[in-house]
């Protein structure tokens, strides 16, 4: 080995002590003179005096730039003087001891695990070895191990494994080697090859020996071998080896030995090592058998139970409660198969993807409990709540797309213009001439009006003993006499509410509530009787005042026309109804501590007391004939209405309920989205209801979420609203396996459990359930008729059918803008030559939230304010309104009928299997090729794992700075207009966090509508913006739950941030490229952020922070005092913000001017 010169850090007196024994030992280096041994003796120990003495001198042997570490190892290496070696070692163990990891890695990195190996191999060979030698070699091992990544090779290599467990076996009884022997036992263990190979060597039996029952002497040794074992048992082949030899039910007597004499709690280590040797010998099928073959379940639950009431034994009743959800028997879920109960057969299959694979599955083969050792349950589940599994918005490194030729503009098999040519028809406003109007405020002709109807009462049986018939039912009287003959439908001229909904057949419905109904004050005895003719007359609560766009009736006439997979013949009270915003806050809910782990507790509480469990149907899809289970003495459940989802439920005690989602038609899973109804339930009583089969592993139920309540009683008084609702939430891992086939090939995967308790104010109400506001095809066909209704000679606006779905729904086109003032050539063209805005919604069903931002969108297009008059005169606006009529109809969460998920179909779409995606993209190609790229394309979404509304872009250098592709300059240069739209709305808009925007592509999301817009049709401004569907975080709304006036609000606010975009991007403002600063300084305060460590750095220089909307606050103009000069610069304007004091009318405050109406 070559000498090392001694040096000393600048700053150390080169006269130091220690710098002088130092350098004496290193002289001594490779000096083989008699009377060396007796002076290193001298010189080690003195150093080593000082280094116990001085924490000076310990700073001074490791400090940056001396090499006392390289002269301390050297000598060690080669000293032969045993005295002299244990000096050294005792320096060493002294060093690494006091000074934590930094010192470790000193020495790591400097050669010092190999010379401490080559060392023990060395004092292996002596006979006997030098106990203590020994005793400080493992010591220094056990401390270096956990800092040398290749320390498992190492040992391995140099044969170090077979010394320490000879050594082990030599001295079981003596306690002061023994220790340290664990203790590199336990390092090396780490590496899985050496974990098999001392399994092999017995030491998982010599384990056994140390480990015993409860005593209070060597406890500490005790906890090492624990520690110890519970990482051999990681090893599979261990597992088996201690399931062989019947150690499961010697750890669980072990463990009760604790439990029970442990009465102070002074131990809760040692109990806690025992549960993990049991938490990894579990990971293994024959472990968990093991442990429930011993009564596993049964033990840990009454030894939990006993610790719960002491708050410092949490992290034995978590282990314990982890190991009972593993060891629970995985089941299959209770249905016949986990496809959808609802078929539907496509035109044709395609030819790969998930939908082939169902369509190539044999008969026999659905849904399989996985049996293998593969098992997914994390280390620590705490009931505590972590930080929210972001999956969908954590950006994983492998999923940034790193393709640059990706990242460019680039047209994919785009369509020729003949192909094209079909769109012409669908933008008549490029060529309308308006020679036929009359610009005096009327038309020539009128747009047809819809037929009037008088709405009657609806009656509602009273008598709890009358029977459904025709005879107790009173029919509503509608004018309009031909119904719809389609198979399946079958609708009435009436409306009948009766059983707890509005029923569309002639004859009763299935399922349901007679509603005994008092108006002005409710009966104390709900059980008194009634004659059998009495009928109580409840007349529709009077909304229209409060919801303009909601007609009862008309819903009605919608109904008819929507058509279904299952034949829906009723309709949900909530939709019929319609729905007032309550006018109290609701905040987000703090979950009590223990909640989750309570509820789980009770979960394992059917298997130790399976006679507690009732394990009854009480409605089930499945059976055709009959899906409802009336006994009298349950709850009764339907969804068979428009956007409704529950499949079965299982009554599994007297005031609890499992239940189990749909899957998507034509697929195995995604169960999320939920609709249904409850009826039949006593007033003051807690009901838990257990969702069993969802599927994403969080959710923000864990965060303060609550579903959603429709009472119908409170509707009838005055009160028709969703309302949050549900105490002891949570979202957590159940026993359920999901196969590798719904899996989609991942195996060991569980099910996951959402479950809320809800307490009836009111007796024999009927409630209604729902993921999210409800909001159904047909809501939107009554709002666009509605919508159309209010139109005024100001407004073009023209409602096409983009295209007919799978299912045979209208998927509606909206063309929305300003009619011209007159027929002039200006005015023509002004019209002919606005900007175009495309948006589009609800391409996921299960997103409602989507649809209540798209109604609070339109309806601010068709106001009559002048702020939506200058958004006309600005834009034309073309919005799809609902990309998938299907699965919102059909009760979906993320599919349409074709079975895929429509978002990702955008770049090859099928015109058979996803026709609305292929016409909408076909509407964007077609404005490609005319030179008429939309300047905005919009696409509304809901997300679940998230707060607040924001917005996912578009940016090859913001892609670029997150990874460690090498771009040039030209690769990276774009207009920063991408970020100008959603910092408008950070200013304007509540609910809005800048924040959580992303302006990466992922790979992942190559074929969704934002990136394929943005890459093949060339609109920069190209987002999708998401709403949660929890609340938020920040801003005005900082605590609260969204509801639906936030989420129209978040509509309207969307508008006006066009309005303030259409300014920034006049000629006038773009003469002034500071406009863009702030979005550049943004930009790379967000890219300095988030870069990796080691990727590279970027130093702006200069950054300039947000300021607050210029002219608008919340979507209000200012007043005409307080209004800006269109010439002043506004809040995206970077350097010194400079005010125009001179009053200026913005053109958002402009009169609306009279316009006739332009009729079809």
């Not at 030992?25 to 080690?44: C, I, Q, Y």
């Not at 469990?613 to 009764?636: N, Q």
Request: aromatic letters at 8%.
């Amino acid at each position: 080995m070559n000498k090392p010169k001694m040096t000393t850090e600048k700053g150390v007196p080169s006269n130091s002590r220690v710098v002088m024994l130092l350098g004496q030992l290193e002289r001594m280096n490779g000096e083989a003179v008699p009377g060396d041994a007796e002076m290193a003796r001298h010189v080690t120990g003195k150093i080593l005096h000082l280094i116990q003495t001085q924490e000076k001198t310990r700073k001074e042997m490791t400090a940056k730039g001396s090499s006392g570490m390289e002269v301390i190892l050297a000598a060690l290496e080669n000293m032969q003087d045993l005295q002299a070696v244990l000096n050294i070692l005792c320096i060493l163990n002294e060093l690494v001891s006091v000074g934590g990891g930094n010192r470790v890695g000193a020495l790591v990195s400097k050669g010092g695990t190999a010379i401490l190996l080559q060392l023990l191999l060395s004092a292996s060979k002596d006979v006997p070895p030098s106990e203590e030698l020994m005793l400080q070699l493992h010591s220094i091992l056990a401390k270096v191990g956990p800092k040398d990544k290749k320390f498992g090779v190492k040992v391995r290599v140099n044969g170090a494994l077979n010394i320490t467990v000879n050594l082990l076996k030599q001295n079981l009884q003596n306690h002061k080697l023994l220790l340290p022997c664990l203790q590199v036992l336990r390092v090396y263990s780490s590496n899985t090859v050496n974990a098999v190979s001392l399994g092999k060597n017995g030491v998982v039996e010599l384990l056994f020996k140390i480990i015993g029952p409860y005593s209070k002497k060597n406890t500490s040794i005790l906890k090492v071998a624990l520690d110890t074992l519970a990482v051999l048992l990681k090893s599979k082949a261990n597992s088996r080896r201690a399931v062989d030899r019947t150690y499961v039910p010697a750890l669980l007597a072990i463990y009760q030995d604790w439990h029970r004499n442990d009465t102070r709690h002074r131990h809760a280590h040692i109990r806690k090592g025992i549960l993990g040797c049991i938490r990894n010998v579990t990971n293994i099928k024959l472990g968990r058998k093991a442990f429930l073959d011993a009564d596993g379940m049964r033990i840990l639950y009454s030894t939990s139970t006993e610790c719960l009431p002491v708050r410092t034994l949490d992290p034995l009743v978590n282990t314990s409660s982890l190991i009972m959800r593993k060891c629970f028997p995985k089941n299959r879920l209770p249905v016949p198969t986990i496809k959808s109960v609802f078929q539907y057969r496509l035109p044709h299959v395609p030819a790969e993807g998930p939908v082939a694979q169902l369509y190539r599955q044999p008969p026999e083969v659905d849904d399989v409990v996985d049996e293998s050792d593969d098992n997914d349950d994390a280390d620590t589940e705490n009931d505590t709540e972590n930080d929210e599994d972001d999956g969908d918005c954590c950006l994983q490194n492998d999923d940034i797309e790193t393709d640059l030729d990706k990242l460019r503009p680039g047209d994919q098999a785009s369509r020729t213009m003949e192909e094209l040519r079909m769109y012409e028809c669908f933008f008549s406003e490029l060529s309308e001439d308006f020679q036929g109007y009359r610009f005096d405020g009327s038309s020539p002709c009128q747009t047809p009006s819809l037929p009037s109807k008088s709405l009657s009462c609806i009656v509602v049986p009273t008598a709890p003993d009358m029977t459904p018939s025709d005879s107790n039912l009173v029919q509503l009287e509608c004018t309009d006499k031909a119904l719809d003959q389609r198979p399946g439908v079958g609708l009435e001229q009436a409306l009948v509410r009766e059983l707890g909904r509005v029923a569309l057949d002639g004859g009763a419905a299935p399922n349901g509530q007679r509603l005994a109904a008092e108006s002005e004050v409710e009966r104390e005895d709900d059980c008194s009787s009634h004659s059998s003719g009495d009928q109580a007359v409840l007349e529709v609560p009077d909304t229209a005042a409060l919801l303009p766009l909601h007609d009862p009736e008309l819903y009605v006439e919608m109904v008819k026309d929507t058509r279904s997979v299952p034949h829906y013949s009723e309709v949900a009270y909530p939709d019929y109804f319609g729905h007032i915003a309550p006018t109290y806050r609701e905040h987000i809910i703090e979950r009590l501590y223990g909640v989750q782990r309570s509820k789980i507790f009770q979960d394992i509480e059917r298997m130790i007391h399976p006679n507690d469990i009732l394990d009854k149907v009480v409605y089930d899809l499945d059976l055709h004939s009959c899906p409802v289970v009336d006994d009298g003495e349950c709850l009764k459940f339907n969804s068979l209405f428009e956007s409704g989802n529950l499949r079965k439920a299982v009554q599994v005690r007297k005031f609890e309920y499992d239940l189990i989602l749909n899957s998507d038609i034509n697929s195995n899973h995604y169960h999320q989205w939920f609709y249904f109804e409850v009826s039949s339930m006593r007033a003051g009583t807690p009901y838990r209801f257990n969702i069993i089969n969802c599927e994403k592993s969080n959710s923000q139920f864990n965060y303060g979420m609550q579903v959603l309540m429709y009472s119908v009683r409170e509707a009838i008084n005055g009160r028709p609203c969703w309302v949050r609702t549900g105490m002891d939430i949570c979202y957590y891992k159940n026993h359920f396996s999901r196969s590798s086939i719904a899996a989609g090939g991942q195996k060991g995967k569980s099910y996951y459990t959402m479950t809320f308790t809800v307490t009836f104010q009111h007796k024999d109400d009927v409630c209604y359930f729902a993921y999210h506001y409800p909001y159904t095809y047909s809501t939107l066909k009554m709002h666009l008729q509605k919508l159309e209704a209010l139109r005024t000679p100001q407004i073009y606006l023209r409602q096409d059918v983009l295209c007919e779905t799978l299912g045979g729904n209208n998927c509606p086109l909206l063309t929305i803008t300003a009619m011209p003032q007159s027929t002039s050539n200006d005015q023509i063209c002004q019209f002919r030559n606005r900007p175009y805005v495309f948006l589009t919604a609800r391409v996921h069903p299960g997103e409602t939230n989507a649809s209540w931002v798209m109604k609070g969108t339109l309806e601010f297009l068709m106001g009559t304010g002048p702020v939506a008059q200058s958004l006309r005169e600005a834009y034309i606006f073309k919005i799809v309104p609902m990309l998938n009529p299907d699965g919102v109809v059909n009760g979906n969460h993320r599919c349409s009928l074709s079975g895929e998920d429509l978002n990702r179909q955008w770049q090859r779409p099928n015109p058979d299997l996803h026709p609305t995606i292929f016409h909408a993209k076909g509407l964007l190609q077609y404005l490609s090729a005319i030179q008429r790229v939309p300047l905005v394309y919009c696409d509304y979404h809901g997300h679940s794992r998230k707060k607040n509304v924001f917005m996912y872009g578009c940016s090859i250098k913001e892609t670029v700075w997150q990874t460690d592709v090498n771009a040039t300059s030209s690769d990276l240069h774009e207009d920063l207009g991408y970020r100008t739209l959603p910092k408008i709305l950070s200013q304007i808009a509540p609910a809005f966090s800048m924040a959580s925007c992303s302006f990466v592509v992922e790979k992942s999301k190559e074929s969704t509508a934002r990136v394929v817009v943005w890459r093949e049709i060339g609109v920069q401004k190209s987002y999708t913006m998401e709403s949660t569907l929890c609340g938020c975080d920040q801003g005005k709304y900082k605590g609260l739950q969204i509801g639906t006036r936030e989420l129209e609000e978040m509509g309207a606010q969307f508008c006006v941030a066009l309005l303030k975009l259409k300014r920034l991007s006049s000629p006038l403002e773009l003469r002034h490229a500071s406009h863009f600063l702030e979005a550049e300084g943004d930009l790379i305060e967000t890219s300095c952020r988030n870069t990796r460590a080691g990727a590279g750095s970027c130093t702006p220089t200069w950054a300039l922070r947000g300021r607050r909307s210029a002219d608008f606050s919340r979507g209000t103009p200012r007043s005409p005092s307080e209004e800006v000069s269109p010439s002043c610069p506004c809040s995206l304007t970077g350097g010194r913000r400079q005010r125009n004091t001179t009053p200026a009318v913005l053109c958002a405050s402009l009169p609306p001017r009279s316009i006739p109406v332009r009729s079809h």
